[in-house]
């Protein structure tokens, strides 16, 4: 062999050396840059993990412990999330324990109550009225972990003595004929058919009274976020205010505070916020992505926990619901919080595949609800695709899941 080529195969044989000691020296750094990082983060939410070691519980014993002084709780969340079901249903034999014999939820129609009512206290259950029930409320709600909180009552009520009361779910809302939208603007008279019992939340409202609180027991509500504010006012922009912005004053939460205060909490089921007007992405995580971030640190432990006096409550969030607001925080829109699993976790519910069994399109397409939000449907096909989309989680919540 040559001695150049010699001397070349040397060459070689260092170069390789140099560049496993680079490699070396290369990840020895990543581990010690990696590690500085989570120091950091660890050093910038040391209030907020101090604070969950010493003072958050369970998320079932953190609504036990608030009925103590609360009759009324409602959990606001982001609809189609199977946890959030499977949560509501397994804490119906604590809450028993606790005095509590109600849930009451969003689909449900107060004209299905009597049937309801008898299917949680038939010997056997009845799955297809179950179907059915829901179907009447809302054409589109296909979702099994809905009806099953049924069958959970349904079961813990076996377990009680004749002389016992019987556990109860309570449909708060009521059948709106979508047949009277007929498009363009909506006026007050459209509306009023529409709804002829009166806006959603008030009808709310007046049920919780007669069938709750006249009778000196308390609820457990199961609602979407807005409806359940109490003291946070959502804002909206008018050019006609001196300010810009208008407030709301009239979701279920805020009626129910006014009318019985001291004794209604909002708890904030974990979920992504709205982002700030023309901005994007759509959602962004909430407190600037600081629960993520501090309950991954908590090894993602199921917990619940106080906003409004706690570290938590204090995280700024620049979400669509900061709008009309300075320096706010995230502890301004509920009372407390619960965190079941990371946006990565998160499961969309169940489809009931022959939740249409039975019926032709011309049925159904009259009762599909809020044409405009519907986006016009023309078939089933398209339908049922909507139904889907709505509990494709890891397509809803793309922007905040990380990876």
């Known amino acids: ?30 581990v010690f840059w990696n590690a500085g990082l989570l120091q ?6 040391l209030k ?32 189609g999330i199977k946890q959030n079901l499977e949560f509501v249903a397994n804490l119906i034999p604590g809450l028993y324990q606790q005095g509590v014999y109600n849930i009451g939820m969003e689909f449900g129609a107060l004209e299905m109550q009597s049937k309801l009512d008898s299917l949680l206290s038939a010997p056997r259950y009845d799955e297809k009225l179950a179907r059915e029930m829901m179907y009447f409320y809302n054409a589109g709600w296909a979702y099994q972990e809905y009806i099953d909180v049924y069958k959970v009552a349904w079961q813990f009520n076996k377990t009680l003595t004749p002389n016992d009361k019987p556990f109860r779910i309570l449909n708060i809302s009521y059948h ?12 007050p008279d459209m509306m009023k058919g529409i709804f002829p019992k009166g806006t ?8 919780v009274e007669s069938e709750v609180m006249e009778k000196n027991q308390k609820i457990l509500l199961l609602v979407g976020m807005p409806h359940a ?24 939460g805020q009626r129910l505070l006014r009318k019985y205060p001291g004794r209604v909490l909002h ?4 979920r992504p916020l709205d982002n700030y007007p023309n901005k994007s992405p759509y959602l962004i995580s909430p407190a600037k992505g600081a629960i993520e971030s501090v309950m991954q640190l908590n090894a993602n432990k199921a917990t619940g926990f106080d906003l409004g006096n706690s570290p938590f409550g204090k995280l700024p969030d620049d979400s669509r619901y900061s709008l009309g607001y300075e320096n706010f925080s995230i502890g301004q829109i509920a009372d407390g919080y619960i965190f079941l699993a990371p946006f990565s976790k998160l499961e969309g519910c169940t489809i009931i595949d022959d939740f249409f069994e039975g019926k032709s399109w011309e049925e159904i397409k009259k009762d599909v609800p809020d044409p405009d939000w519907r986006g016009g449907v023309n078939d ?18 793309a922007d905040v899941i990380k990876n």
């Open 1 to 30: 062999m040559s001695r150049s080529i010699l001397e070349f195969l040397r060459h070689i044989h260092t170069m390789q050396g140099k560049f496993k000691i680079w490699i070396k020296v290369t990840l020895i750094f990543l």
């Open 380 to 397: 089933l096909s398209t339908f049922k695709k909507q139904i889907a989309d709505m509990v494709n989680i890891r397509q809803r919540y």
């Open 229 to 252: 504010f109490t003291t946070y006012r959502f804002c909206h922009p008018d050019f006609l205010r001196d300010n810009f912005i208008d407030c709301d004053l009239d979701w279920l």
């Open 40 to 45: 950091a983060q660890n050093d910038t939410y």
């Open 200 to 207: 959603p939340d008030k009808f709310r409202a007046e049920i």
């Open 267 to 270: 708890i904030l089921i974990h």
């Open 48 to 79: 907020e993990l101090e604070y969950l070691k010493n003072s958050a519980l369970s998320p079932d014993k953190y609504i036990f412990e608030k009925f103590a002084n609360a009759d009324i709780i409602l959990l606001g969340e982001d609809h």
């Open 176 to 187: 709106y004929d979508w047949s009277k939208f007929t498009g363009g603007q909506r006026t």
